[in-house]
């Protein structure tokens, strides 16, 4: 069996009977872990790649699940949020070739790829909403930066060019330079517009607040039968940002007609019912959104998916280390799906407009 020695380093009450990989991650190792007694648990391999500090994540997630534990006791309410496991040492982590930790497998849960229902995607929205409402007391300056400017839109498009330029000097990448030659075309014409929001950030006009940044379908679980939330998962990357992060990393996953990874462009648009359900979602359970974040909200979907689009088109052209893969062209693909998803939101400004005026004034 893998990994029986670090969970070892734990306080399981039985024998670990079998670990094997779970989940459509992108970014850490996810597993599976079933005791004799029939518990379950989540083991997680963190990315190297990704994240540079995992000590420091780690503490981002104790005191972010610690808070929300306490606040729901003080008000009575049910807990969103699973804390990590603690080892033998009482560490939320163990450090053996890689970070690795445990947290307790949620029973009965649902992880959607794609909403099946208006009532899922809204179900979500208001998760990822309330999260930020109730995070809103969060000191945020205790919290570490666990990827710097993860958002930042126009510094992931410095870190493009910079790969753009290492992929010529390099025979092996410079191939996929002419296969991407339209997707670098692309981005580049969208280069300023794609900075809206970070000027709006750094210019104080949007409030920063303490936000998940990686708001997937597949973040939140559901409950099977009740379908509503149980939990808000992969925390890595909670830390100061935009509610329009939130908001238009989730849209623009869960309002696209198809997969992120799907081939027939033909299939990929941008649903503008599903964006409206989302929308009433979202402005009902954060509250507090100011009138410039109210405005801006259509921008955000443009911007996280052309972000999207930027990174997963670097990876592509940095050999694919960042995110998992299952074939070669894989970020190539992803790339196209957001780059047609932009296209398809700039079709539709207008009308988002419109529908964001008429649930928020
Ligand atoms: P990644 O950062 O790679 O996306 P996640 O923490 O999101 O890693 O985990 C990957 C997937 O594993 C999730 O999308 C979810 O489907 C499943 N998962 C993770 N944690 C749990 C949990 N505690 N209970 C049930 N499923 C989980
Ligand atoms: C990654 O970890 P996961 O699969 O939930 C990525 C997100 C991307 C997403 C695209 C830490 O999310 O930013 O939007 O892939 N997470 C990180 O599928 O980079
Ligand atoms: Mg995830």
């Not at 994540?57 to 990590?84: C, S, W, Y």
């Not at 993860?150 to 410079?174: G, M, V, W």
Request: charged letters at 30%.
């Amino acid at each position: 069996m893998k990994h029986a020695d670090i969970l070892e380093m734990f306080c399981l009450e039985s024998p670990v009977t079998d670990c094997r990989e779970y989940g459509n991650g992108n970014i850490n190792s996810t597993f599976l872990v079933t005791t004799e007694k029939g518990s379950r648990y989540i083991l997680q391999r963190l990315s190297e790649e990704a994240f540079k500090d995992v000590p420091a994540l780690m503490e981002n997630i104790e005191g972010v699940t610690g808070f929300l534990q306490k606040k729901a006791e003080r008000d009575g309410t049910p807990v969103h949020v699973l804390a990590p496991l603690k080892t033998k040492e009482g560490k939320t982590f163990v450090e053996r070739d890689g970070y690795y930790r445990l947290t307790p497998f949620a029973e009965n849960s649902l992880s959607l790829e794609a909403p099946e229902s208006d009532e899922d995607f809204r179900e979500c929205a208001r998760a990822f909403g309330t999260f930020i409402s109730e995070l809103a007391e969060y000191p945020a300056e205790t919290l570490h930066e666990t990827i710097p400017n993860f958002h930042n839109t126009p510094d992931r498009y410095r870190i493009f060019r910079e790969t753009l330029e290492r992929a010529k000097a390099d025979s092996e990448l410079a191939t996929r330079i002419d296969e991407a030659a339209e997707e670098i075309r692309f981005a580049l014409d969208r280069e300023e517009a794609a900075g809206t929001l970070q000027k709006m950030r750094d210019d104080g006009i949007l409030p920063e607040r303490v936000t998940h940044n990686d708001t997937k379908l597949n973040n939140v679980l559901l409950d099977k039968d009740t379908r509503k939330l149980m939990y808000v998962i992969d925390l890595d990357t909670v830390m100061p940002g935009l509610s329009l992060y939130d908001y238009g990393d989730c849209v623009r996953f869960g309002a696209s007609t198809a997969a992120e990874d799907e081939k027939d462009l033909s299939k990929v648009s941008f649903d503008l019912h599903m964006f409206k359900v989302f929308t009433e979602g979202f402005v009902e359970a954060c509250d507090n959104m100011t009138d410039k974040e109210k405005e801006m909200l259509p921008y955000g979907p443009k911007t996280l998916a052309l972000e999207l689009g930027v990174r997963f088109l670097t990876d592509y052209l940095d050999g694919d280390r960042y995110f998992h893969t299952a074939y070669p062209g894989h970020n190539l693909v992803r790339c196209r799906t957001q780059f047609k998803l932009v296209r398809d939101i700039e079709s539709k400004w207008d009308e988002m407009n419109e529908i964001v005026k008429e649930i928020t004034e």
